[in-house]
């Protein structure tokens, strides 16, 4: 659903479905990256591992971290590390799109 939401807005959108598909993902894509919408409990890796993999790849890139079981130290050492905001699921994609608006 967020795919779709951000594609009819004019993202280009890229997915992966894991969190080491997504470190793969983006060690291997050469191109810019502006947002990443990291998911903080997945089940393979918690965001809190994935975040610095990904970052020291594509520095320039903004992370909201969305979570659906609420705030946590965890996610807090994330947010202190550089990542934007957290966003507690479920999230409206209005919501969505007003923070991504605001980061980009």
Do not use: C
């Not at 479905?17 to 990291?38: H, M, P, Q, S, V």
């Not at 520095?59 to 994330?78: A, K």
């Not at 202190?80 to 966003?87: N, V, Y």
Request: aromatic share 10%; no cysteine; net charge negative.
């Amino acid at each position: 659903m967020m795919r779709r939401m951000l594609e009819r807005s004019g993202y280009k959108v890229l997915s992966a479905r894991t969190g080491k598909e997504a470190i793969e993902f983006t060690w291997a894509y050469d191109k810019e990256i502006n947002l990443a919408l990291l998911d903080f409990i997945l089940p393979d890796i918690n965001g809190d591992i994935i975040y610095p993999l990904i970052q020291r790849h594509h520095p320039e890139m903004e992370v909201i971290i969305l979570s659906g079981y609420g705030f946590t130290d965890r996610i807090q050492h994330t947010l202190d590390a550089g990542a934007k905001i957290f966003i507690e699921k479920p999230v409206t994609m209005k919501d969505l799109a007003n923070k991504i608006y605001e980061i980009i």
